[in-house]
């Protein structure tokens, strides 16, 4: 009964979006000296799309964050890979320059999304392991392609600590995703709360 009120209330949420707005975060690409393990399956460094909290938010606002991992199915052999490593879901080379809040739904700047003042990072989906694999080197094994979703999720964790202060005390972050990228939330939210000591993380 849960699960089907959850779904009817996400679905109605998502008929409320009006597609017309646009407000966009901007891509950050990862730097490969700093985080050489983090790459999409065809080598090309992995990034983040990234919005922080707008001038107006509250202090609680901008002491929270929200990531949602990005969906796209899985790949499972070396023709369905291979193909897969030149689109946008195995290559960052076709990446746009900036991502449109308003095309997912808990992202939206929708003044009815509770999280539309926070720091909103939208993260891109280019390995085909359900954000999971832990392969840091191609060979023969990996059809010559990087499985390394997992190291994407250490390396935007250290990123937005770095750089944006999610480790800080009294933040919160809420880790979601969609089809794969919600798989991807089960499987390492445990690793993410463990990293980030001084945060309230729920997903």
Known sequence: MFYSTFTNLSLLFLLLVPASSVHNATLHLLNSKEYPNAR??????????????????????????????????????????????????????????????????????????????WNLIFSPYCTGDMHAGQRTSANNDTFGLYFSGYQHILATIDYLSTNYGLNSTGNTLVWSGGSAGGVGVFSTLDSVSLRLPNVRVVG
């Open 40 to 117: 999409c399956l065809d080598g090309s460094p992995y990034g983040i799309y990234f919005r922080s909290s707008p001038d107006n938010a509250t202090a609680t606002e901008k002491k929270s964050f929200m990531v949602v991992l990005n969906g796209g199915g899985l790949c499972t052999h070396k023709s369905d890979c291979t193909s897969r490593s030149k689109t946008e879901l195995g290559t960052s080379t076709v990446w746009s320059s900036n991502f449109d809040l308003d095309s997912v739904a808990y992202l939206t700047t929708d003044i009815r999304n509770p999280f539309r003042n």
